[in-house]
């Protein structure tokens, strides 16, 4: 059922789902409970659900492609680095089965270390997905596939560092006034970060605010 529902799902449908959980999160969680320590073990525990959904669906990916690719030997036309220097690409040319001429150009997966091998001219082995026209060099897909242990340990920090933080901050309440001043404040009464103090601080944060809704509206 999840194979079916992430190989059927798309943008749009994503983030309203992503937008319900975050105000799930914030009605059921962050209104009932201002213990800092708990809102940063739900925030660091929602960063590692978000990377376990990523590799899930990276996996399954990775799956379909070595099960329904094509494996071909194709030719090294030409290759460069993008502008930003970001994207390694290389233009691949090749005949499918069924006669097919394919001239491609791929960036994905293909490491810097793979591309300077990369000669113009040479056979390189390739991985075609019929359905979607997609083509990858093998060797930078086995070479990920090997790799993603390393993603796997990214997505357990954020769980691990939740609960040390958890731990760590547990004794600190985050409480606010009606003017939606915010401080922490320990169960001895002493406080920090009290913005009811500090007019700068709370002119800063309301800017930081408006920046960042600015960011995402003009998205």
Request: with cysteine; charged share 25%.
């Amino acid at each position: 059922m999840l194979n079916l529902f992430f190989e059927n799902i798309n943008g749009t449908l994503e983030i309203l789902l992503i937008g319900i959980f975050l105000f799930a999160v914030y009605w059921f969680v962050l209104r009932r409970y201002n213990s800092l320590g708990f809102r940063m073990l739900v925030l660091c525990f929602f960063l590692f659900v978000a990377c376990s959904i990523w590799l899930y669906r990276d996996e399954l990916n990775l799956k379909n492609m070595l099960t329904k690719g094509e494996q071909y030997i194709a030719t090294v036309n030409s290759k460069w680095v993008s502008s930003d220097h970001k994207d390694n690409n290389v233009e691949l040319s090749f005949t499918t089965r069924s006669g097919q001429e394919v001239n491609v150009t791929t960036d994905d997966y293909i490491s810097k270390e793979e591309w300077q091998k990369f000669e113009v001219g040479k056979p390189l082995s390739v991985i075609y997905i019929r359905p979607t026209k997609q083509t990858f060099v093998q060797q930078s897909i086995m070479r990920f596939k090997e790799d993603k242990i390393y993603l796997y340990f990214f997505a357990g920090f954020w769980l691990v560092l939740g609960v040390i933080l958890y731990l760590c901050l547990k004794k600190y309440k985050v409480k606010v006034d009606d003017r939606g001043n915010e401080w922490l404040e320990t169960e001895d009464g002493k406080v920090y970060l009290d913005e009811r103090k500090s007019g700068a601080y709370r002119t800063a944060k309301r800017g930081n605010i408006l920046s960042k809704m600015a960011q995402a509206f003009g998205k």
